[in-house]
């Protein structure tokens, strides 16, 4: 069984860029979160999505989106980006939105200089 | 919202100790309790979680405590090995909102 998958490994891009990172969850998997892994603070939560929609999304500002494919897939936007969003991203997948157990991927790892 | 603590932010200790990890959680609504392994380099991997009606689980040589009145749980490694280093994460969440919020982790560093 392949696990959560994302890409770009790495990602390097200019302050006020945009960013797209991409997720695919465990085969029949339907939640997935984002987080952001910034150094010494830990998993902040970004965004949950469930089936195609936006359950709930973390103290972050409004230029972090996302959105989710009928596939399950995922994908988090970062517009107009600033130095402090370098940061490792990871997405997790479970197995519905009633399971807590997540699944981690590998992580994006985003650089802005 | 819910804040896990989580303490020490380092622990270093010779092959063959114990290392314990401490996290304490603000809300008392939340009942699942999971920590996660992330060595260097690789994705964050679950190792054990524990629900608020078991005071303890243990696998093997890892164990979890909670203590729900005082709103603490903890991560017991006994006989440690260097495989164990890693960054540790404990966590916490209650039902109804599934997300779970993380602690900043441990960074355990097992010498030979």
């Known amino acids: 069984e392949a696990g959560v998958t994302q890409s770009p490994t790495h990602l390097i891009k200019t302050r006020g860029q945009q960013a797209t990172l991409r997720c695919s969850p465990i085969s029949g998997h339907t939640s997935?979160?984002?987080?952001?892994?910034?150094?010494?603070?830990?998993?902040q939560f970004l965004l949950w999505y469930d089936e195609g929609e936006e359950r709930n999304r973390g103290n972050f500002p409004?230029?972090?989106?996302?959105?989710?494919?009928?596939n399950y897939s995922s994908e988090l936007n970062v517009n107009a980006l600033e130095l402090e969003d370098s940061a490792l991203y990871l997405c997790a997948s479970s197995p519905d939105a009633t399971n807590e157990k997540l699944f981690f991927g590998s992580g994006t790892q985003l650089s802005v200089l | 919202g819910?804040?896990?603590?989580?303490?020490?932010?380092t622990l270093s200790v010779q092959e063959?100790?114990?290392?314990?990890?401490k996290c304490t959680y603000s809300d008392s609504a939340s009942?699942?309790?999971p920590w996660y392994k992330q060595e260097l380099g690789k994705r964050p991997q679950l190792i054990i979680d524990i629900r608020s009606n078991v005071g303890e689980k243990k696998d093997q040589?890892?164990?979890?405590?909670?203590?729900?009145?005082?709103?603490?749980?903890?991560?017991?490694?006994?006989?440690?090995?260097?495989e164990d280093s890693a960054v540790y994460f404990c966590a916490a969440s209650k039902g109804g909102s599934y997300i779970p919020t993380f602690g900043r982790g441990t960074s355990l560093i097992v010498h030979p």
């Not at chain 1, 409004?62 to 009928?70: I, M, V």
């Not at chain 2, 819910?2 to 932010?9: D, G």
Request: charged content about 15%; glycine content about 6%; proline content about 7%.
């Open chain 2, 2 to 9: 819910e804040n896990v603590e989580q303490h020490p932010s």
């Open chain 1, 32 to 43: 997935v979160y984002w987080y952001q892994q910034a150094l010494g603070l830990g998993l």
């Open chain 2, 61 to 82: 040589r890892i164990a979890v405590t909670l203590n729900k009145t005082a709103k603490h749980f903890s991560l017991h490694i006994t006989e440690t090995q260097p």
């Open chain 1, 62 to 70: 409004p230029r972090f989106s996302g959105r989710q494919f009928p």
């Open chain 2, 31 to 33: 009942n699942y309790f």
């Open chain 2, 16 to 21: 063959g100790d114990s290392a314990v990890i």
